[in-house]
């Protein structure tokens, strides 16, 4: 019955979209559309034109071409265009469509039209920057309400929003008002959480929020001993040495290098627990795509060119876990394919290149006893690179 009426309301729009752009085609006397009459539009259209519960494939049709219909009336040549106006010109639609969107995204409505959410997440990722920033004050908060459901589908939904609004608006305006601590606690509130998707969706967010909340904090004068980047990543660590199910494996081993990386040096403050994840990853296949073994291994190599003075002290046991992982992946005859094969060797090898570096050459002396005596031509190749690295 809803796709039904909603069929009828979409025909309704068309045919007075139609005649609008009848009477241009004519040269008639016609004024602007009123922004009132495109926003509501522009939520029906978009309210019903994705597979959800209440619509039909002629309901979605319907809406399709009413979106299109509505972004040629506006003269836009984009749905972009239309929420974000052109360049140059009056702003867009995208303002309208927030303020028809208020009433429904509070904190005691937002559940009672499931579809609010989709509109709101749907037109936020279209508007870009410098068009998001007037807009602020009006997509925070909602972003922030369904990043804190309790259900995962609208945590993701809220922090990929979150990211979004992160990505496009200017750090001195997030800044303003503690906005970026405020979306910092709540990100970090999620690190918690056991699901992957959100786990992933959250680091990401995070890798791009942390250097705009560090340079709050260095204009406010604030000296801290252990910046944002030393917290979340020392409750990364406690999450990641214990962790077993592979999914998370996954999504925590694939961010890790990104935050070594931004410590540089620093990561020193870290190395005891990030020693022992280290070995731990190396020891564990995680399947076919081997994404965790691949993840920590460019994490090593990142920790060696941050920290090389803190590495020769733990060489001998890097080198034990990496010829163990060397000969497990030359042995081990799994699902692994050939080309997964291939870079883990290439990794593991550049992590011994880089060792040996860091190390004047000993990891050259310690695997020259074992070239010799090596009968598997893979691992004599990798031996080898070792060799002759400069």
């Known amino acids: 019955a809803v796709a039904e009426r909603a069929e009828r309301v979409g025909a309704a729009f068309l045919l007075l979209l139609q005649k609008l752009e009848d009477a241009r085609s004519q040269q008639s006397p016609v004024g602007p559309i009123p922004k009132r009459v495109l926003g509501h539009a522009f939520i029906f259209a978009v309210t019903h034109k994705e597979e959800r519960p209440w619509t039909t494939a002629r309901s979605r049709a319907v809406a399709q071409e009413l979106l299109e219909r509505l972004v040629r009336t506006a003269g836009c040549g984009s749905v972009e265009e ?30 009672r039209n499931p579809a609010s959410k989709d509109v709101f997440s749907w037109s936020l990722l279209r508007v870009s920057r410098p068009w998001l920033c007037p807009h602020l004050e009006r997509v925070l908060p909602p972003a922030l309400l369904l990043s804190d459901d309790f259900q995962e589908e609208n945590k993701v939904l809220g922090v990929r929003c979150l990211h979004h609004i992160v990505l496009n608006v200017p750090g001195a305006d997030l800044c303003q008002f503690n906005r970026a601590q405020v979306v910092f606690h709540a990100l970090y509130n999620h690190l918690y959480s056991r699901e992957a998707p959100l786990i992933q969706a959250v680091l990401l967010c995070l890798l791009d929020l942390l250097p705009v909340l560090e340079r709050c904090q260095r204009r406010q004068g604030q000296a801290r001993s252990t910046s944002p980047w030393d917290q979340v990543l020392q409750l990364l660590l406690t999450h990641m040495e214990p962790e077993h199910r592979l999914a998370l494996r996954r999504v925590y081993a694939g961010t890790l290098p990104a935050f070594v990386s931004r410590l540089s040096i620093l990561i020193v403050r870290h190395m005891k627990r990030l020693e022992r994840v280290i070995l731990g990853y190396l020891e564990v296949s995680d399947g076919p795509g081997e994404e965790a073994r691949l993840g920590i291994l460019q994490t090593l190599q990142c920790t060696i060119e941050h920290a090389w003075p803190r590495i020769p002290c733990r060489l001998p046991v890097l080198l034990k876990a990496l010829l163990r992982l060397l000969w497990d992946v030359h042995s081990e005859r799994g699902p692994t394919p050939e080309p997964v094969r291939a870079a883990l060797l290439h990794e593991a090898t550049q992590c011994l290149i880089l060792l040996d570096r860091c190390c004047q050459g000993q990891v050259k002396v310690l695997l020259a006893g074992l070239h010799s005596s090596c009968e598997e031509k893979r691992l004599q190749e990798c031996f080898r690179k070792v060799q002759e690295s400069t």
């Not at 052109?86 to 927030?98: C, L, N, P, S």
């Open 82 to 111: 239309f929420l974000q106006g052109k360049e140059g010109d009056e702003e867009g639609a995208f303002g309208e469509v927030m303020g028809l969107l208020k009433q429904e995204l509070t904190k005691d409505t937002w559940k």
